[in-house]
């Protein structure tokens, strides 16, 4: 048995602030203490977010 290769995604070339990891990190600050906020507008294709350390709203496209 031999492992799959994984298929990486190209990196940064979303320019999604989601990490590898999974983790949503703030854009803007970098940090990983952010709040999922309500959906506001027709885009249903991102999660709205807010900073909790420098309070900046962001969006992540959510991916299928
Ligand atoms: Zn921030």
């Not at 906020?37 to 969006?59: D, I, K, M, N």
């Amino acid at each position: 048995m031999s492992e799959p290769t994984d298929q990486l995604a190209s990196p940064g070339s979303d320019g999604s602030p989601r990490d590898p990891g999974g983790q949503v990190r703030c854009p803007w600050c970098g940090s990983v203490e952010v709040e999922r906020v309500a959906e506001f507008g027709p885009q249903l294709l991102t999660h709205a977010y807010r900073c909790s350390r420098c309070r900046s709203p962001f969006e992540v496209i959510r991916r299928s």
